[in-house]
């Protein structure tokens, strides 16, 4: 954490401290206790909208899950606070991996219908389940007591303070580990995260469980802070209010869980006020209107695009000091702010905050965290996981079809790859060749036959799990984590080298840190090798085109290999870089991993190749040398067929 974070941290923990000090009015207090308290739940909620981009419409029903655990516990057992919290941690988390296991499987739509599902039954279920949760009549008790200390208002804000700075802590440190970067990676390319072993599936759930149990601290905190909790509370609309406070915060930081849990709720009373509503119209106008012109001036947005929210901002400031009642309009005027947000300030209040800062700050404040590892030839390379057991080839493809629909597009295709070698695999275009190596990494299940790797069937395996074994791969259309950094990027590669659980990374043990600095390094060595070094704290979506194919062979050496699938690594390249691909192939190969490579550009293939199979409509028709290869008859048809000029270009 850099110097001025630090500083912004401490005012910001000392200004909360004394808060209720200044601020001693009860009604306050406890607004500022539900703020904490929901600030806790968004930043769990986050995790899953905002890290693995779900959506959760259950999290009013986990949050209730935590609430009823602790009171259940509390008021049927008289368990004490200090056990009741971890209990209902426990117990929401629980719930959660219940949630998730099923509901994962689904995405979007359909994981928010789940979701949706399991909020109204745990509604009705604490309604009916009257010996436990007493029903409609809910459940009373008193704040906590700490050694004999009846814990009043005003202490029980340090207790929630107190949980709120744990809870930033622990999310930051797991947000930033490599758990942190799993669930990010997830969402940019999914396909891209089971390549790298990290399975899209199990760290969804890993999220979603962390998330579940932080709606469980939450809803203890808010027992004890009501004093009373009963069904309603529970509702879809609190649902909704959640998911919102994350839109309108902005997803991806933790100040915008606050700011959207301060918006949650201190809107309805805002909302209730007319004088205090016309002042902070009056201010919405203000920024609107700067926003606007700023956007003409700098002519990233048209007049007709602007006119919306010109309207929208000024006509709140007209409207506030039209209506004499408030009340009636509450729901609307909500309903508009919201519709305001999502429209204009798609990355929520701090985005937009963050997009301005940006533009100002000097150069030495990063957004990103700034990796200072400098890369050291002797930490590319690492011995495969799996070493190599099986005395024969590598990789054994038999009769493997591949059918979509009426279409074969492989069709018993025999492959053979020996340990060491660089093999070709060529043909004209939709001959099968991606096809090929979608069944190799299990993104495709085959129709027919089987693919032995290194001694093992693995056809039918999940791609994380062949990933495992150790096949790494690029993608003809580049399939990196954009919304990181090069450097993340590699680190995801490097996924497996991680053997610290979560414990580990919360309380960034020594072994932790180290792990983690092995694995800088290692990543910076390899960023090194492929020629990014200066690069490394670059978002992978700002990288010209032929770096972005350099950065993904960067990631895919991470996962330790024995077989590396390049697929069109020079696509995109200028000659010289090309030139630069072959000399790194080669290194590669050196060291011992074997590579299959898909090219267009034959004079890449021939020069660097020991074996060429040729495919056309999904069936070999050579192989051989690249010499033998380039003669052969069959594939000069198979060439001449297409277009001979396109595909030898
Ligand atoms: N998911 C899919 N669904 C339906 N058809 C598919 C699918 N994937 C590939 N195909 C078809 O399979 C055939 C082989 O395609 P594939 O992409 O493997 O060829 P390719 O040799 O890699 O071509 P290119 O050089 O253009 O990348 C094509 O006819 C393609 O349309």
Sequence with gaps: MGLIKKVLLGVAIVGLASLPHVWANPYYIHLMVVIGIYAI???????????????????????????????????????????????????????????????????????????????????????????????????????????GHQLNGMDYYYVVLAALLLTIVVVNRILKSYLGRAFEALRDSPVASDC??????????????????????????????????????????LTILFLLAVIMGGRKTRTGAIIGSIIIVMLPNWLSDIELFRKIAVVIAAIGIVYVAYALVSR??????????????????VFAYWIENIT???????????????????????????????????????????VTEVGDTKHIWAAPDHPLTS?????????????????????????????????????PNGSGKSTMMN???????????????????????????????????TFQNVQLFGEMTAIENVLVGLHHT???????????????????????????????????????????RNLPYGKQRMLEIARALGLNPSLLLLDEPAAGLTAPDIKELIVMIEKIKEHGITIILIEHHMDVVMSISDTVSVLDFGTKIAEGKPAEVQTDEKVIEAYLGGNADEQAA
């Design 439 to 473: 069944v190799l990494t299990g993104i495709y299940k085959p129709t027919e036959g089987e693919i032995e790797f290194n001694g093992k069937l693995i056809s039918g395996s999940t791609p994380s799990d062949i990933a495992s074994e150790g096949i790494a791969r």
């Design 196 to 237: 790298m072993a990290v399975s899209v599936y199990r760290y969804k759930v890993y999220a979603f469980v962390i998330s579940a149990a932080l709606a469980g601290l939450a809803g203890s905190l808010f027992t004890y802070s009501e004093e009373y909790i009963s069904p309603n509370t529970y509702n879809f609309e």
């Design 391 to 427: 005395k024969g080839h590598l990789l054994e493809v038999r009769n493997m079809v591949m059918q979509f629909g009426g279409l074969k597009a492989l069709n018993e295709v025999q492959l053979e790859i020996a340990k060491g070698t660089v093999h070709g695999l060529i043909g």
């Design 328 to 370: 009636d309009y509450r729901l609307t005027i909500f309903g508009v702010m919201i519709l305001f947000v999502v429209y204009y300030l798609p990355d929520g209040i701090m985005g937009f905050l963050r997009s301005i800062v940006q533009k100002f700050r000097p150069q030495w404040i990063h957004h990103h965290e700034i």
């Design 300 to 317: 990233k947005r048209t007049p007709q695009e602007m006119i919306l929210p010109l309207f929208l901002t000024v006509g709140l400031a």
């Design 498 to 540: 991680y053997r610290s659980n979560l414990l580990g990374i919360i309380f960034n043990t020594k072994h932790y840190r180290a792990e983690e600095h092995a694995a800088r390094l290692r990543a910076a060595s390899l960023l090194k090798f492929v020629g990014l070094a200066d690069l490394a704290n670059e978002e992978a």
């Design 41 to 147: 739940l968004l930043l769990g909620l986050d995790i899953v909208v905002g890290y693995i981009g779900e959506v959760s419409l259950g999290h009013a029903a986990l949050f209730g899950i935590g609430s009823y655990t602790a009171g259940v516990l509390n008021f049927q057992l008289g368990v004490p606070f200090l056990l009741a919290v971890p209990a209902s941690i426990a117990v929401t988390a629980v719930f959660g991996a219940i949630l998730a296991l099923p509901a994962l499987r689904v995405n979007g739509p359909y994981l928010a219908m789940v979701t949706l599902a399991f909020g109204t039954i745990v509604q009705i279920l604490i309604n009916e389940m009257t010996f436990l949760t007493n029903g409609p009549m809910g459940l009373s008790l008193r704040k906590p007591v700490f050694f």
